[in-house]
């Protein structure tokens, strides 16, 4: 069965570093995703990315967020300056034409 | 408003028992999924519906669009079903997803 990978399962930054989340998804999706799950509370949408740009943004995704498709096939979210905030599970997702929507394993991200 | 909410909050169930965590939504929806979350994290579709009933093994989904309602049932319920069961939907078919708050689901032995 397909499936959506991401590396890694689990980092730790100082804040006010840089990190880059990465992200395989299916290899015919087109349409790809980052969610992200703040310990204890539902799952929130931050980005939605469709030929090579963003088709949609929440009000969390603000300028130290961004998303690209550097090679055709990874996926990278990228924090520009963590905050303690930032700490929380992220979840990729891709999906094809009339197909759902395929979740990865997640990264947890800890801001210390 | 919340557009997604679930009831209940917290269950917990004996092993064999048959339970049903309820899902409503306040928006027109083109998919409605049912998912499954362990304590480690990972997020696992276990049903995408746009009509009807659909059936896994032991987890059987329903939805009343009319109602916008949607139920997720498991029957003969294990302790391996402890989980959190999120439901999810989608405005339009290639949109974001929508998440609820999670049904926490403890079955006991």
Redesign the interface.
């Known amino acids: 069965e397909p499936e959506v990978t991401q590396t890694p399962s689990h980092q730790v930054t100082q804040m006010g570093q840089e990190v880059i989340l990465r992200c395989v998804p299916i290899s015919n999706h087109l349409?790809f995703?980052w969610?992200r799950?703040i310990l204890g509370q539902?799952?929130?949408?931050l980005v939605?990315f469709?030929n090579n740009e963003i088709s949609?943004k929440s009000e969390i995704f603000d300028d130290q967020f961004s998303v690209e498709r550097p090679d055709g096939s990874n996926f990278t979210l990228k924090i520009r300056s963590t905050k303690l905030e930032d700490s929380a599970?992220y979840?990729c997702?891709s999906?094809g034409t009339?197909e759902?929507?395929?979740?990865g394993?997640?990264t947890?991200l800890l801001v210390l | 408003k919340n557009e997604v909410e679930q009831s209940p909050q917290n269950l917990t169930a004996q092993e064999g028992e048959f339970i049903t965590i309820n899902c409503s939504y306040s928006v027109g929806i083109s998919a409605l999924h049912w998912l499954q979350q362990h304590p480690g994290g990972g997020i696992v579709s276990l049903f995408m519906l746009s009509s009807g009933k659909k059936k896994h093994g032991r987890l059987i989904a329903t939805i009343n669009i009319q109602e916008k309602h949607s139920s997720l049932h498991i029957t003969a319920s294990h302790p391996r079903d402890s989980a959190v069961y999120i439901c999810a939907v989608q405005k339009t078919s290639y949109d974001k997803v929508i998440f609820g708050p999670g049904t926490s689901l403890s079955v006991i032995p």
């Open positions: 349409y995703y969610y799950q539902k799952v929130e949408f939605s469709y949609e599970m979840f997702a999906g009339g759902t929507q395929y979740f394993p997640g947890r």
